[in-house]
């Protein structure tokens, strides 16, 4: 009998992590060894070497509280029917992929993605298959190639259009539009918006180095954005520590085009 393959969704940023904690400690090692003799040198070397340390501590605390070895559990977001056919952009391994399939018995989750390797190792679409099959899910799934700012969906053909940890990664508020509005282009009208980020709040730190904590945004500012796009009614959730915005697009491409 073949062992069942537990899933991993993956560790985001692990490379990333290790390069800069690594870096942080052996040049805070180095300056304190060379330079230590001189007080502020020694405090510099004290400095880095601790940051790199504080990261590091930050980055396990994370993982463990994201749990990569569960799916994202959507259940209560929505009033789903089980029919719907839904859209994962930045999809990495499947961790909402198979987070949605799961309340979409006889729909279709189509999860699509640039495959990024540097943000999440091991990523690719056979990976993110062997995850959804062993939930039991690899029946109502796929994964595609493609960029979330410029799709290759018709106009309104999905109900869903989700995406979780993707859109921060998106620079500048006119990328999150651009992709915004490609939601609202490939959503039927009472189509829904599915977006489940680390906001800028205390929680927010676990997940970010203080520099990147300052480009994340607020529930406010995200709130903002998603209405700029076209979308209505937002009902704000909480994910774990993620903020999860569920909007409407409640009415057909053409009126949503003249009202922005
Ligand atoms: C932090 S991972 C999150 C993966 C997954 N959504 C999850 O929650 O586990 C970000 C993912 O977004 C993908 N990505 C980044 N920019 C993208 C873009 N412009 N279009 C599609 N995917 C993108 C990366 O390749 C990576 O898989």
Request: hydrophobic letters at 45%.
């Amino acid at each position: 009998m073949s062992k069942r393959m537990t899933p991993h969704y993956g560790n985001y940023g692990q490379n990333w992590m290790i390069g800069t904690v690594a870096c942080l400690i052996v040049a805070g090692t180095v300056v304190t060894l060379l330079l230590g003799t001189w007080i502020g040198f020694a405090l510099l070397g004290v400095f880095l070497t601790v940051s790199g340390v504080c990261l590091l501590l930050t980055y396990l605390v994370s993982l463990s509280r994201l749990d990569q070895r569960r799916a994202f559990d959507v259940s209560k977001l929505l009033p789903f029917r089980g029919t719907e056919s839904a859209l994962d952009l930045g999809c990495g391994l499947g961790k909402l992929t198979v987070g949605l399939a799961r309340v979409l018995p006889h729909g279709l989750v189509t999860g699509i993605d640039i495959w990024e390797t540097a943000e999440l190792p091991g990523n690719s679409p056979e990976r993110a298959m062997r995850n959804a099959v062993a939930e039991g899910v690899g029946d109502r799934v796929r994964f595609e190639s493609g960029d979330i700012t410029s799709l290759q969906y018709d106009d309104e053909s999905f109900d869903i259009f989700a995406g979780a940890n993707v859109f921060n990664n998106l620079r500048g508020d006119e990328m999150k539009l651009k992709a915004l509005r490609e939601a609202i282009r490939v959503l039927r009208a009472g189509g829904h918006l599915m977006l489940i980020e680390v906001l800028r709040e205390p929680t927010g730190l676990l997940y970010a180095t203080p520099l990147y904590y300052w480009m994340l945004k607020t529930r406010s500012q995200w709130e903002e954005l998603i209405t700029r796009a076209g979308f209505s009614h937002i009902v704000f959730n909480r994910l774990g520590d993620m903020g999860c915005f569920v909007a409407t697009k409640g009415a057909s491409l053409q009126d949503v085009a003249e009202s922005t």
